[in-house]
C-alpha cells in the first residue's frame, strides 16, 4: 500500500536521525570519559574506537525504543500540521488505522531490540570487560612516562627515566597487588629494566638488573627480602584465555535460565525479554497522545509525550531493582506493560467517549 509505504519510509529515516542524534551525545560524554583515561595513562589509546563499539549495543537498547517513539510522535504531528492526517480521515482512515499500518515495522523494531537486549549488548559487555581486562596487564610497561607512577589493574610501575624505544628504563619501582587473599603482595626496586622481544609470547617479559624484591603481607608485620643481580619479570596477558564475567548484564541468556530462581537473575532475565514490547507501548501511546491542530504546531505535545514514555522506562528500571531485592516477581514487568497500554488505548478513544460520558452525566443530573 502506498500509504504504508510513506509511513514507514518517514518514521524509520525520522526514528534514525533521532537514534543517531542521542547515541552521538550519549557515546561523546563516554568518548571524552575515556579520553581522560588514556590521559592519565589508564587506557591505551588504540583501544579507544574498541570500547565505544563494544559499548555502544548497551546505549541502543535504551536508545532504541526513545528514538521510535520520538520519530513516531514527530511523524504524525508532522501530518496533522500539514493537514495530511485530515485528508486520510476524509478517504475514509482513521488514525487508528494509519496505526495500524505501523504494525510491521513495530514489530521489525520488537525483534531488533530483542536481539540487542538478548545477545548482542551482553556480548558487547562480555568483550568490553575482557578487552579492559587484559589490556590493565598488557599496558602496564606500554604505558609507562618517565617520572609518573602508572596504575594498571593490578600493577603500579614507575620509572624514572624512559628511553626513546620504551627498551630500556631506569630506576623501577614495581608494585603488584595479590590476586588472592592471604597470597603477598609483591615490591620489587631496581636500577635498570629492559624490555625483551619475544616471538610467540603472550605476556610482557622485562629483565631487572640490580634490584630488590619483596614480599608484602598487607595487614601483618610479616615480609620477605630478596636482593637480585638481574630478575626476568613476566606480566601474562590472557589474551588467549576464555574470559568469565560475574556481571549478570554479561551473562548469556542460557545461563540466565540456568540460574532463573535467583532474584538478580529473575530481574536481569525479565528485563530483556519484555523491555522489547515497549515498542508496542510506544506506537500505542504515540497514536493517543500525537493529535494537534495546525496552528499548535507538531512539537506542542511532543514534551508532555516524552514524560509519559520516559516514566515508563524508568517504571521497568525501578521494577527490576525491586524484583532484584525479591520484593516483587518477575510478573511486574508485563504488568507494567499492560498498563501503560490500557492507558494509551483509553487515551486514543477519549474523543469518543468523552461525548458519552457528557451525556451521561447530564442524565444522572435531570
Known amino acids: 500500500m502506498i500509504i504504508r509505504r510513506y509511513l514507514v519510509k518517514q518514521v524509520v529515516s525520522t526514528s534514525l536521525v533521532v537514534v543517531a542524534l542521542l547515541t552521538l551525545i550519549m557515546m561523546g560524554g563516554q568518548l571524552i570519559k575515556q579520553f581522560g583515561r588514556a590521559a592519565m595513562g589508564r587506557v591505551d589509546p588504540s583501544i579507544l574506537l574498541s570500547i565505544i563499539g563494544f559499548r555502544l549495543p548497551e546505549f541502543l537498547t535504551l536508545i532504541l525504543p526513545l528514538g521510535f517513539f520520538i520519530g513516531l510522535m514527530l511523524v504524525f504531528g508532522r501530518l496533522y500540521v500539514d493537514h495530511e492526517m485530515a485528508v486520510l480521515n476524509g478517504s475514509g482512515i482513521s488514525r487508528i488505522q494509519v496505526a495500524r499500518l505501523l504494525i510491521p515495522l513495530t514489530i521489525v523494531y520488537l525483534f531488533v531490540q530483542s536481539a540487542l537486549m538478548i545477545w548482542i549488548s551482553p556480548w558487547g559487555i562480555r568483550q568490553y570487560e575482557q578487552l579492559v581486562s587484559t589490556q590493565a596487564v598488557r599496558t602496564g610497561f606500554d604505558l609507562v612516562r618517565p617520572r609518573e607512577f602508572i596504575s594498571s589493574g593490578a600493577y603500579t610501575i614507575y620509572a624514572g627515566s624512559l628511553s626513546e624505544d620504551r627498551k630500556n628504563l631506569k630506576d623501577i619501582f614495581f608494585y603488584q597487588r595479590a590476586e588472592k587473599e592471604g597470597k603477598p603482595d609483591v615490591m620489587i626496586l631496581a636500577k635498570e629494566a629492559t624490555r625483551v622481544e619475544m616471538a610467540n609470547e603472550t605476556a610482557s617479559v622485562v629483565d631487572l638488573v640490580q634490584g ?12 620477605s627480602q630478596t636482593e637480585f643481580q638481574t630478575y626476568r619479570l613476566r606480566l601474562e596477558n590472557n589474551k588467549e584465555a576464555k574470559f568469565e564475567s560475574d556481571e549478570v548484564e554479561a551473562l548469556s541468556i542460557g545461563k540466565l535460565l540456568e540460574n532463573k530462581d535467583d532474584p538478580v537473575i529473575q530481574s536481569e532475565l525479565g528485563w530483556r525479554l519484555f523491555v522489547p514490547f515497549s515498542m508496542i507501548v510506544a506506537l500505542m501511546l504515540a497514536t493517543a497522545l500525537c493529535e494537534v491542530s495546525p496552528r499548535q504546531g507538531r512539537y506542542l505535545k511532543l514534551f508532555p509525550a516524552l514524560l509519559i514514555f520516559a516514566s515508563l522506562i524508568v517504571a521497568l528500571m525501578a521494577i527490576r531493582t525491586r524484583i532484584s531485592k525479591d520484593e516483587v516477581g518477575i510478573w511486574a514487568y508485563p504488568a507494567i506493560l499492560l498498563f501503560y ?10 474523543q469518543k467517549l468523552a ?12
Do not use: D, H, M
Open 212 to 223: 630488590r624484591r619483596y614480599e608484602i603481607y598487607p595487614g601483618t608485620p610479616k615480609y
Open 341 to 350: 497500554a490500557i492507558a494509551a488505548a483509553l487515551f486514543s478513544r477519549k
Open 355 to 366: 461525548p458519552k460520558i457528557k451525556k451521561q452525566i447530564q442524565r444522572v443530573k435531570s
